[in-house]
């Protein structure tokens, strides 16, 4: 069974420092989310992509937020410079049509 | 706003106890709704949907019944266990199908 796949799965940095989160969604599906999950709380979703158009990123804090998908495949969601809050678990999800999600098994990042 | 209301937790129930969690939602139009499961340190699993009003999405033995004139989507299961200890989270995507909002989670403990 295809699955959205990301990496790396655990992230440890340092406070102002630069940090990417890589997403390879299932074949064939058009659309991709990045969302932000904070431990107790549901995800949040960050941006989305229909193809590699951006769809919506009124939730990405672009002073330091940068989001891409210059192929239409796989997306890059990096931070820079990383604050303490950013703190969370951040998923990848997939759909091929806007009624049902997939997601990836998530980038747990730790800011220290 | 769109928006999805779930009880709060945690649960916690004997094995072979019967399991609801409730999940309101407002929406303009006709939403979707979905469970979602998330074990620990994992992302999401779509657990069950359903699309229009009167469904009943069921999986693994749970399921949840798209009431519109309640504007609920509780989910059921007869017989927990313990394998079924995880967070879940209620979801709906709306008319236009471009955003999923999620419940903030029910975090569910099966104790043999």
């Known amino acids: 069974e295809a699955e959205v796949a990301q990496s790396p799965r655990y992230k440890i940095t340092e406070k102002s420092q630069a940090v990417a989160f890589w997403c390879d969604p299932i074949?064939?599906?058009?659309?991709l989310y990045w969302y932000r999950q904070i431990l107790g709380q549901g995800p949040e979703l960050l941006v989305q992509?229909?193809?590699?158009?951006?769809?919506?990123d009124s939730q990405l804090p672009k002073d330091r937020f940068s989001a891409e998908r210059l192929k239409g495949v796989d997306s890059t969601l990096k931070i820079q410079p990383a604050e303490l809050g950013d703190s969370a678990m951040y998923l990848c999800?997939?759909?091929?049509?806007?009624?049902?999600?997939?997601f990836g098994p998530g980038t747990r990042l730790t800011v220290t | 706003g769109d928006s999805v209301t779930q009880m709060e937790g945690p649960v916690t129930l004997s094995e072979e106890a019967f399991l609801t969690i409730n999940c309101t939602y407002t929406?303009?139009?006709?939403?979707?709704l979905f469970w979602y499961v998330q074990y620990p340190g994992e992302g999401l699993q779509l657990l069950l949907k359903?699309?229009?009003?009167?469904d009943k999405g069921s999986n693994k033995g749970f399921e949840a019944t798209y009431r519109k004139e309640t504007t609920s989507f509780h989910l059921e299961k007869g017989s927990v266990q313990v394998s079924d200890s995880a967070v879940y989270f209620c979801?709906?995507?709306?008319?236009?199908?471009?955003?999923?909002?999620f419940g903030t989670g029910t975090s569910l403990t099966v104790i043999p």
């Open positions: 999800a997939s759909s091929r049509s806007t009624y049902e999600q997939y």
């Open positions: 074949s064939g599906h058009a659309t």
């Open positions: 992509f229909q193809d590699e158009s951006v769809v919506d």
């Open positions: 929406a303009t139009g006709y939403p979707s």
């Open positions: 359903a699309t229009k009003a009167d």
């Open positions: 979801a709906l995507s709306g008319n236009t199908g471009n955003q999923f909002y």
